[in-house]
């Protein structure tokens, strides 16, 4: 309900007159107290009952019950200076709702009809409780059932007007977007190769990262990262691995992981009796392998144009992992290649999430792939005096929104997921993980490097996240974070997620401290932990540091503990340099 289209928008402006004086059509309080909380009403009939004394009938200007009062004509009432056509005025009978019965999905409108300028609030249930349909988060507070039939109960005497809406019936409706699951998962990172070696790495609380011993690092001013422990050549065939990066070589093990984990036969899209112009892939990389391009310049120094190797190209460019895994599992769908800087694995994540919905594919393997820690970029790094330093073995150096955080600890590795539109895992019997809801993105537009402070661009990310799965922020009950333990970085997207959640104690994780910070493939490895938190229920640590700095003002967890049970979304962070923005948002399924 909204203000009569008959109700002049003009100034409320109280004066006192005698009830004697008050006819049908005025707006009325009894005392200014009442006109200065807004308490009107709109007087619909007047009725001498003596010489002494007038009845009035009166109704909330927006509507509602009508209620007598008997007024001495010599009295002082408050009228406003606004005149009502009191028979636009509608007559709105209470709704009881103590006999209702309420379910997720029902909405319910409250509108103060005393107060003209009042509009109405909606309320959403959501797990058993009512919450405030607003991307605002001040008002997080939610309410209870008991609370909403008591609304109902005093809406007449309390001038309100509430409305019940039942959640509608589904009925068939045309076909439109398809929902999006994941089905399997695979994972090279620090802790090892698979996601079962991630996933006991990160309830037990261990970190990847190791002192960089080989020559070529000699001299620089930090000498640490999260690497892979084992030579990924070596688990592939000699022939192939000799025309992949190190990138594409961790790509192409993680999607033959996931692959298996989703059920499909070794080989790729023929074996497993699937079209494969039905299939694609979409990866994020910033460089790919850096070390193939800086080798490269090497051997031309060294020996000549004819020491350069004609692989060096092919072998260059970002877009390398995802040919590479589409040659390896025979997909011609597509492979596509994601570049925003360490959000590149998140996007490229989401953007497969779309050709699945929109029906450009029925599969897709999706996820980040980078090997950097080159000299060069390592150089690069820490020129910028952005990367952490400290001694692997006395716990991670990588300490994400601890009071003593100093910067990232660079990495590798790669992450990869296989999306599958529901009715295709459904129709082949697939284990599904949990639904790839929705994601999000925003820019920054503030610095080249630097995140924007305010956090106003990472909170745009979030909140386009939540409402593409369809959801709430109240549906949130655990966020990924990105956090590299950069100081501003960390604070910034804090202040994001206090806003976004609106003060809520919902848990969450940075698991930058266990591997350092995987660039191009961090929100692949980290969307692959976000799956595995809510299949098993179970939400791991933040590891490195101690306390948290005061100013984050987050339930940072600190050792493993149950997944809440009251929402449905976990979100999965992704921010890079230059401002770029990326959030999953993955929900459990029954």
């Known amino acids: 309900m909204t203000h009569s289209p008959e109700t002049p928008e003009v100034p409320i402006r109280p004066y006192e007159v005698t009830a004697a004086e008050v006819v049908p059509g005025d707006l009325f309080a009894p005392t200014p107290e009442d006109a200065a909380a807004r308490r009107w009403h709109v007087v619909t009939h007047t009725l001498p009952v003596s010489p002494e004394v007038i009845r009035v009938t009166l109704r909330p200007p927006l509507g ?3 209620h007598e009062e008997d007024l001495r004509r010599e009295q002082t009432v408050t009228v406003a200076g606004r005149r009502v056509d009191a028979s636009a005025v509608p007559l709105v009978e209470p709704e009881p709702l103590e006999g209702v019965e309420f379910r997720d999905g029902d909405r319910l409108t409250v509108l103060r009809a005393v107060d003209p300028l009042a509009a109405e609030v909606t309320y959403v249930r959501r797990w058993g409780a009512w919450h405030r349909d607003t991307t605002d988060s001040a008002d997080a507070q939610a309410a209870t059932d008991a609370e909403v039939r008591r ?3 005093d809406a007449g005497r309390e001038g309100t007007v509430v409305r019940h809406e039942p959640r509608p019936e589904r009925e068939a409706r045309a076909a439109g977007p398809r929902r999006v699951v994941v089905t399997g998962l695979g994972a090279v990172t620090p802790l090892g190769v698979g996601t079962g070696e991630l996933w006991d790495g990160l309830l037990e609380g261990r970190h990847g990262i190791r002192e960089l011993t080989d020559p070529e690092f000699d001299g620089l001013p930090v000498r640490i990262a999260g ?3 084992v030579d990924p050549a070596s688990l592939l065939p000699r022939q192939a691995a000799r025309r992949m990066n190190r990138a594409a070589q961790f790509a192409v093990l993680a999607a033959r992981e996931a692959w298996a984990d989703a059920g499909y036969a070794a080989g790729g899209t023929r074996e497993s009796g699937l079209d494969p112009e039905r299939v694609g892939v979409s990866l994020g990389a910033i460089l790919g392998d850096a ?7 090497r051997k031309l120094r060294e020996r000549g144009p004819r020491g350069v190797s004609p692989l060096t190209t092919p072998m260059t460019v970002p877009s390398q992992a995802a040919s590479q895994v589409s040659l390896d599992l025979h997909i011609t769908g597509e492979a ?11 996007e490229a994540i989401g953007q497969a ?8 594919v029925d599969v897709a393997l999706a996820g980040g792939a980078e090997a950097v820690v080159t000299p060069a970029i390592m150089a690069s790094f820490a020129a910028m005096r952005a990367l952490a330093e400290g001694d692997p073995s006395a716990g991670s150096p990588s300490r994400p929104f601890a009071k003593d955080r100093d910067g990232f600890v660079n990495g590798e590795g790669a992450g990869v997921l296989v999306l599958e539109s529901e009715e295709h895992a459904r129709a082949r019997g697939a284990r599904i993980y949990c639904e790839a809801a929705g994601w999000g993105l925003s820019a920054d537009a503030y610095h080249v490097a630097a995140p924007d402070p305010s956090g106003d661009g990472i909170a745009l990310a979030l909140r386009r996240a939540v409402r593409d799965a369809g959801g709430d922020v109240a549906d949130v009950v655990h966020v990924n974070a990105h956090a590299t333990a950069t100081v501003d970085g960390d604070l910034a997207e804090a202040r994001a997620l206090r806003g976004v959640l609106g003060g809520r104690d919902v848990p969450v994780t940075a698991l930058k401290g266990h591997l350092g910070h995987l660039q191009g493939a961090a929100g692949g490895v980290e969307a692959v932990a976000a799956v595995l938190t809510l299949h098993h229920g179970v939400v791991p640590p933040t590891v490195g540091g101690g306390e948290v700095d005061d100013g984050i003002d987050l339930d940072v967890v600190r050792t493993p503990r149950p997944l809440p049970r009251g929402g449905d979304l976990v979100l999965s962070n992704s921010f890079g340099f230059g401002g770029h923005n990326a959030v999953l948002a993955l929900r459990r399924v029954g």
């Open 64 to 66: 509602g019950v009508d």
């Open 151 to 153: 609304w109902a109960a």
């Open 227 to 229: 690497t892979v422990p």
């Open 291 to 297: 070390s193939v391009l800086v080798g490269g310049d």
């Open 336 to 346: 596509r290649t994601v570049t925003s800087a360490c959000a590149s694995g998140t």
């Open 353 to 360: 999430v779309d050709r699945i919905r929109y029906g450009r």
